[in-house]
């Protein structure tokens, strides 16, 4: 015990002495740091900064290279130039670009494209010697260098392909020739540019004008008919008439329809002009090709439950012109039963014969007459004064049975007078009648009458009063 009690009084004593300043004996005080002066500057060394290992510590060796010699840090070390002895040596040999080569290919590809043509719509037994036999009999010899088809993976044929010809200018005379056949069926042949594109298409278009001048529809053909039979029958307009026949669908798939190409415009007349043939007791129907459907034709109107039938409808206006198949189709619309709408075309072989049959009176079927407009041409409207005038001369039959005609309204109104009755109209059914008069007077005598019976119907009449209200 007495031992550590000395040592702690040691300890004590020891601290305060640290306390007292040595020369001094007052307690010490707070020493400011002593400024540098000139020779300290001199003997004094940078501090050295605490060292960082790391990553940073790499960057800051690098940053800090200092060359051996010059005690500077290193520039930026030019490349060295090639000395003499470097030149001497061979270099390697550089690879041969394809770029020349590729421009050479795209440029030949453009230049054939320009002599190029398409041919489509061909059937499988269509030949590559078919193809330059024909340029080489319409152009010229030597035409056509190259053909080709094209085919699907299976090897099936796609019904297209490519002819490559000597020329430009061969090329353009080859579009406006007639193109290739392949058993009596012409293929389609088109340009691969856009200037051989639009030479292509004039020359069908002038293809088409001509063809269709020179040109004669054949409708309602049998099965068994052949080319022979139109020969015969136009053999009287000259050796060589007949140009080409054409059949839409001939064999299994027949359409009993064709074309048939004169050699002239007059002589396509002249066969237009004659009866047409007759094949296994039936009459074909002769048309003219390329004609817009309203240029010679009128609609008909009023049929509905009368018998005109087509046939009745061409007798009439033939014997009324005087020229033979003066109409060339008559045509009278039907319901999906077959019924007959009251309505139809008839088209006349020209203009002249049009404007005759519009001036004629159109036939009557029965107490009913058929109407006449143009096709594409309203009526005229008529004017407010006539309207409301056949308005205040005019009543309404209604519940008419399906056997009345206008010559029991004319008996039954008989009594007031000779002809009171100006014009009857029906309703597309039959079953009401505008009835008007000449005059009003006869039309209030009319309703004062007993309404018209037939067949022990009895009808009712009344006056146009929707009418007057609509106006």
């Not at 004593?13 to 007292?20: D, F, I, L, S, T």
């Not at 077959?338 to 002249?352: A, D, P, T």
Request: with cysteine; glycine share 6%; net charge positive.
């Amino acid at each position: 015990m007495g031992l550590k009690l000395k040592s702690k009084l040691k300890n004590k004593n020891q601290k305060k002495e640290k306390k007292v300043d040595n020369e001094v004996d007052e307690p010490p005080k707070k020493r400011k740091k002593e400024m540098p002066t000139k020779d300290n500057k001199e003997k004094q060394e940078p501090p050295t900064p605490p060292s960082k290992k790391g990553k940073k510590e790499k960057k800051d060796k690098a940053k800090r290279k200092v060359d051996d010699e010059s005690g500077e840090p290193p520039k930026k070390r030019k490349k060295e130039m090639p000395t003499k002895d470097d030149k001497e040596k061979p270099e390697p040999p550089t690879p041969p670009s394809n770029k020349g080569n590729w421009i050479e290919a795209v440029e030949r590809r453009k230049e054939e494209k320009e002599r190029s043509l398409f041919l489509r719509k061909c059937p499988e037994s269509i030949t590559a010697q078919l193809v330059e036999e024909h340029y080489n009999r319409v152009v010229g010899p030597g035409t056509v260098q190259k053909v080709t088809w094209a085919t699907s993976h299976d090897g099936k044929f796609k019904g297209y392909g490519f002819a490559l010809l000597a020329s430009l200018d061969l090329c353009r005379q080859a579009l406006r020739a007639d193109p290739p056949k392949v058993n009596g069926q012409a293929i389609a042949v088109y340009g691969c540019s856009k200037n051989t594109q639009e030479i292509a298409a004039k020359a069908v278009n002038e293809r088409k004008g001509s063809k269709q001048d020179n040109c004669l529809f054949m409708g309602k053909c049998p099965d068994s008919i052949t080319n022979d039979d139109l020969y015969q029958h136009y053999g009287a307009l000259g050796e060589g008439a007949i140009v080409n026949v054409i059949w839409i669908g001939k064999g299994d798939s027949f359409k009993g329809y064709g074309f048939v190409y004169f050699k002239d415009a007059d002589t396509k007349f002249q066969a237009l002009m004659m009866p047409p043939p007759q094949v296994a007791g039936r009459t074909l129907d002769v048309k003219e090709t390329g004609k817009k459907r309203t240029e010679f034709e009128l609609f008909m109107g009023g049929l509905h439950g009368t018998d005109a039938s087509a046939d009745l409808i061409e007798d009439y206006y033939n014997t009324q012109l005087g020229v033979a198949r003066a109409v060339s189709n008559c045509r009278i619309f039907t319901n999906n039963s077959g019924e007959s709408r009251g309505c139809g075309y008839i088209s006349f072989k020209s203009k002249e014969l049009m404007e005759k049959a519009w001036n004629l009176d159109p036939p009557y079927f029965g107490p009913f007459q058929m109407k006449l407009e143009r096709p594409g041409q309203a009526a005229p409207k008529k004017s407010e004064e006539k309207s409301n005038a056949n308005i205040e001369k005019e009543i309404i039959v209604r519940f008419c049975p399906a056997l009345m005609t206008d010559d029991d309204l004319h008996q039954h109104y008989a009594s007031l007078g000779k002809d009171p009755i100006a014009k009857i109209q029906w309703t597309k059914k039959r079953d009401i009648a505008f009835v008007q008069f000449k005059s009003p007077r006869l039309k209030e005598e009319a309703l004062a009458m007993s309404p018209p019976m037939v067949d022990f119907n009895l009808c009712k009449v009344e006056a146009n009063y929707r009418r007057e209200q609509k106006q």
